[in-house]
């Protein structure tokens, strides 16, 4: 890569195919959302111009350089120069579709006085509302150079390099309306009027416009966007999902049993018994690999979401959301943050960045976590397969679906009180009015929605290959050692008896196996691991855990999903092949010393609701901590989810007793 000769920013509104364009002229794969506020930071690539690379920076997107949020405070600062050098030009883009509202930006980015160059994005969707922006005219009207693109198509890219090119090399800067930037007098109605009607003479020559009568999506979003129907919709969405989790993962989780099962035998069978071959058995292959085998549930997650993302449908949903949010002190740009925690806490908190009011802001990142991650989801889907039936409703919908979308239910329930109880700690106001633009529906790009399910499933795989890896071989060591002699040389002297006393040979391989589960427990139960549980398990007695389901579930507070890889080890020491459907049999077959079974419904609802409201993850306490400026917000965060964790999960467990579940 050749070293870059200047820096050009690329700017414009939310939503507008920015970060569509930076990613097709770099080459880089940033994520993207067909709903405002996906970049809430700034990237750099390489824009390669006919007379060689150049810089391109991402800026987030923005209505204004008056700063009133986080991320339009980034932006001032990038182009000043307070955040690296400042840029040497400028490429903005605007929505053909809406022209005068991208023209307000474009009128401040243009009183900075840099060369800058005008991509004119979305022409198509222009069209489908009865608009058509000529180009040309364009940029006559605003004296730099306009091109016509479709970024998602790669349409116009090289014109737009040569314009730019050109633009850079004669050196000379834009000319807005060369009103105030900074200040006071920026927010001054007389110059935002005086902005907007700078924008309406420019157009005033450029557009023409035809009679489309109602639009498809007009009649659309009188369901979609209704306060009942919506919602009905919305939860039908959501329903389809969680039923498509079950119903399309099955066969692929059966097949990565498979090939896991079929791995670990490969590698494991010409290996002699010892040390070695038990970590490799107990600790990699049971830990890891019991994680694995949820990456079909992930991909299926994250393929709706995604979808769901590029058709317009979630800028809906925010706007749906406003009305109930109202009611909390928050406002409809807290959904699109809280939604995006679904899928990992740590995008949604720093896409809170896009909330203007700090006390906004800080409540929706304390009750992000509160929404069930992606890395919560293989902790419900084994247990649910493990301990709940698969009976159908109404023939159609089973109804290990409905638990596990009563689960996601479950965080936002709990999101409710917290959020209002921590707003009027804070003694917010009312609710900040809210704005957004729904963008025209469109079909999803296939290439962006495989991105981002290749990307996600790469991540998570990753995590299983690094942080669930290193936990698991501590927790095999932990349940491995010490190894007292003694223990052994008793069960070598049972083993021998075997062989002497029993003729059959069918007996005496059941009778060794038996005893060889009994090692291993006994192993297990004298093990640090084993001694450190049975001391703290007081603790979480009232949630109806066994020392080893405490031990699996501390073990978690690096990573949420740390808990099946450790359960996978734990339990795997004592039956089990550490792969999913060998953990789930393990799971079933686990007894406590008195000889009652480890797991039951009570038991396993209690661990799954645990789980849905604890703050088991380091990596959003740390982000939390940086994005709130205070280590003791991530310690509040931890100390409250933990509370109402054991809390519900005390509740739950002795609820399902009550019930005969126990």
């Known amino acids: 890569m050749s070293p870059a000769r200047f820096r050009v920013a690329l700017a414009g509104n939310p939503n507008v195919g920015k970060t569509t364009l930076f990613n097709a002229l770099t080459g ?11 970049t809430v930071s700034w990237h750099v690539g390489q824009w390669d ?3 060689g690379g150049v810089e391109l920076v991402d800026l987030p997107g923005s209505y204004s350089l008056t700063a009133l949020s986080p991320d339009e405070d980034l932006v001032q600062k990038l ?5 690296g050098p400042a840029p040497s030009a400028l490429l903005a883009i605007i929505d053909a579709s809406n022209p005068e509202r991208n023209l307000y930006f474009l009128s401040q980015l243009m009183d900075l006085g840099l060369p800058t160059v005008v991509a004119l994005n979305m022409g198509d969707v222009a069209e489908s509302k009865g608009l058509k922006v000529n180009a040309q005219a364009l940029s006559k009207a605003l004296g730099v150079p306009v091109v016509a693109i479709m970024a998602h198509k790669k349409d116009g890219l090289q014109a737009l390099a040569e314009a730019m090119e050109r633009s850079v090399g004669e050196g000379k800067g834009a000319k807005g309306p060369g ?8 927010a001054d109605p007389a110059v935002i009027r005086g902005r907007y009607e700078w924008a309406r003479t420019k157009l005033a020559d450029v557009i023409t416009r035809s009679e489309v009568g109602v639009r498809f999506s007009d009649r659309v979003d009188k369901v979609l966007t209704h306060r009942v ?3 009905l919709a919305l939860v039908l969405v959501m329903g389809m999902i969680f039923q498509s989790i079950y119903a399309w993962s099955q066969p692929l989780m059966d097949l990565l049993e498979a090939v896991v099962d079929w791995g670990g035998k490969l590698i494991l069978s010409p290996m002699p018994a010892g040390i070695l071959k038990d970590l490799l058995s107990d600790g990699v292959i049971a830990g890891v690999g019991s994680i694995l085998v949820f990456v079909p549930q992930i991909a299926i997650l994250f393929f709706f979401i995604a979808i769901l993302e590029d058709c317009g449908y979630m800028a809906r949903s925010a706007f749906l959301m406003d009305r109930i949010f109202a009611k909390l002190g928050l ?3 807290s959904f699109i943050p809280l939604l995006s925690s679904f899928a990992c806490a740590v995008p949604g908190i720093l896409s809170t960045r896009t909330i203007a009011d700090r006390k906004e802001r800080l409540t929706t ?3 992000a976590p509160l929404m069930s991650c992606s890395a919560r989801l293989p902790v419900y889907t084994v247990l649910i397969a493990a301990f709940l039936p698969g009976r159908r409703i109404f023939g159609l919908i089973d109804q290990r679906a409905l638990v596990l ?7 936002v329930a709990v999101a409710v009180p917290v959020a209002f109880l921590l707003r009027k700690y804070m003694r917010a106001g009312s609710a900040p009015l809210f704005l957004i633009e729904l963008p025209g529906y469109k079909w999803p790009d296939a290439h962006t929605v495989l991105r981002r399910v290749t990307e996600q499933c790469r991540e998570f795989v990753t995590n299983a290959g690094t942080i669930i890896l290193a936990v698991a071989v501590v927790v095999w060591a932990l349940g491995a050692f010490p190894r007292p002699q003694a223990l052994f040389d008793g069960y070598q002297a049972r083993r021998q008896a075997v062989e002497l006393q029993v003729a059959s040979a069918p007996v005496k391989a059941a009778e060794g196996a038996a005893l060889d589960r009994q090692e291993q427990g006994d192993l297990m139960r004298q093990s640090w691991l084993g001694r450190l549980g049975r001391t703290i398990n007081p603790l979480f007695e009232p949630l109806g855990w066994d020392w080893r389901v405490t031990m699996a579930a501390l073990a978690s507070i690096p990573a949420r999903e740390v808990v099946i890889g450790s359960m996978g080890t734990i339990f795997s020491a004592t039956g089990g092949d550490g792969n999913s459907g060998g953990l789930r049999q393990a799971l079933s077959q686990a007894r406590r010393d008195d000889g009652t079974p480890v797991f039951t419904i009570a038991v396993a609802l209690s661990l799954m609701v645990f789980f849905a409201l604890c703050a088991q993850c380091a990596s959003t306490l740390a982000v939390i901590r940086r994005e709130s400026g205070h280590w003791g917000w991530a310690a509040f965060t931890f100390s409250y989810m933990t509370v109402l964790a054991w809390g519900a999960g005390a509740l739950v467990f002795h609820a399902a007793v009550a019930f005969g579940l126990g």
């Open 331 to 333: 406002s409809g740009r």
């Open 179 to 186: 009103l105030p930037l900074n200040g006071a007098a920026a």
């Open 49 to 51: 111009l006919p007379g």
């Open 28 to 38: 880089l794969n940033q994520r993207t959302g067909n709903y405002p506020g996906v």
């Open 405 to 411: 979308l009563a689960l996601y239910c479950l965080g």
């Open 229 to 231: 129907w919506g919602v």
């Open 79 to 83: 182009l000043q120069g307070l955040e």
């Open 365 to 367: 990142m304390l009750v």
